[in-house]
């Protein structure tokens, strides 16, 4: 008994073609989740990718077969981002390097209102301030998340700011009723990339998330970790030389006080430069009495 073939209409054969045909000259594959994402808004990102991406979102099956079609020194590779391919998948196609367009994908992400039950990615704070509510219903809302207020002019203003959600926890009815009503998107709706290979270069990169606000506050926090290691080792540079003649400029005052006997500058005399100038002079001429009572005890001592 022969086994008969399974039909494969025209339609998937031509996807397919097309697919490993992109699969084949793209420099960036990149496999995007697209979950939660309203029509409205992918069409609208899928605009915006014009001329940068193809977007296609095909059936598991079909892109499996595409991938399997490539190359066998890249097959290997390639089943990489099959394993991290979803039920709610986007896969782009790209010249861009992959992480310039998964900078693209973030760019044109938008805020988005909570949903009960969602898992806050951060911590959710409400802030202090002023707000638009008025007394009323929002008053027991509010105290139900352990929110301080007091009524000005006629409306609510938060006293204090106040974590109404930990990171990791679900986010309940009452704080995305509260949210919304304050107008805290703490979400972000777009393509969320996830994995890519370059094709050229014949890499796989699991993890492309970019966090450039992250990434910055890393930045000036090692640059300020940086300088005063810089100065402590004496590694001259344009950042580090003004602080270095500033460190051996109080130094030097240092030592001359010790020398000199002369008293610490206090505050106010430190903030107060021009009650100084008077009492210049009196030290200069007392100094000058100094030397010539020590210069006539000399004379004596000599004639003497």
């Known amino acids: 008994m022969t086994k008969q073939k399974a ?5 998937k054969k031509q996807t397919v073609k097309e697919l490993s045909e992109l699969v084949k000259t793209k420099k960036t594959i990149l496999i995007a989740s697209i979950k ?48 991290k391919i979803d039920d709610a998948f986007a896969i ?9 367009l998964a900078g693209v994908l973030l760019k044109n992400q938008s805020p988005a209102k909570a949903k009960p039950g969602q898992i806050a990615p951060t911590d959710i704070e409400i802030p202090e301030g002023p707000t638009e509510l008025v007394p009323g219903p929002a008053i027991s809302e509010l105290g139900a998340l352990g929110i301080q207020i007091q009524i000005e002019q006629g409306k609510i203003t938060i006293k ?23 107008d805290i998107k703490p979400f972000k709706v777009g393509f969320i990339p996830l994995c890519a290979f370059d094709t050229k270069e014949n890499k796989f990169y699991s993890e492309i998330k970019i966090d450039k ?5 890393e930045l000036k926090y090692a640059a300020g970790k940086a ?28 030592i001359h006080r010790i020398m000199t006997g002369e008293p610490e500058p206090t505050p106010e005399t430190a903030q107060a430069p021009d009650a100084e100038e008077p009492s210049k002079p009196k030290q200069e001429e007392k100094s000058k009495e100094e030397k010539a009572a020590d210069a006539g005890a000399g004379l004596a001592s000599l004639f003497g």
């Open 36 to 83: 939660n994402i309203p029509g409205g808004q992918f069409q609208e990102i899928v605009k915006k990718l014009r001329g940068k991406a193809i977007v296609k979102v095909p059936k598991k099956n079909l892109i499996f077969r595409a991938l399997d079609q490539t190359d066998k020194e890249v097959k290997e590779e390639v089943k990489k981002l099959k394993e």
């Open 227 to 254: 300088l005063p290691f810089a100065v402590s080792i004496g590694y001259i540079s344009k950042d580090t030389v003004k602080v270095m003649i500033q460190k051996a400029s109080a130094q030097a005052n240092k």
């Open 160 to 182: 204090e700011p106040k974590v109404v959600v930990q990171e990791g926890k679900k986010i309940s009815q009452g704080a995305a009723d509260i949210m919304a009503k304050l």
């Open 213 to 217: 606000e992250g990434t910055l506050a």
């Open 92 to 100: 782009l196609f790209s010249d861009l390097d992959a992480f310039e």
């Open 7 to 11: 039909h494969v209409s025209e339609i």
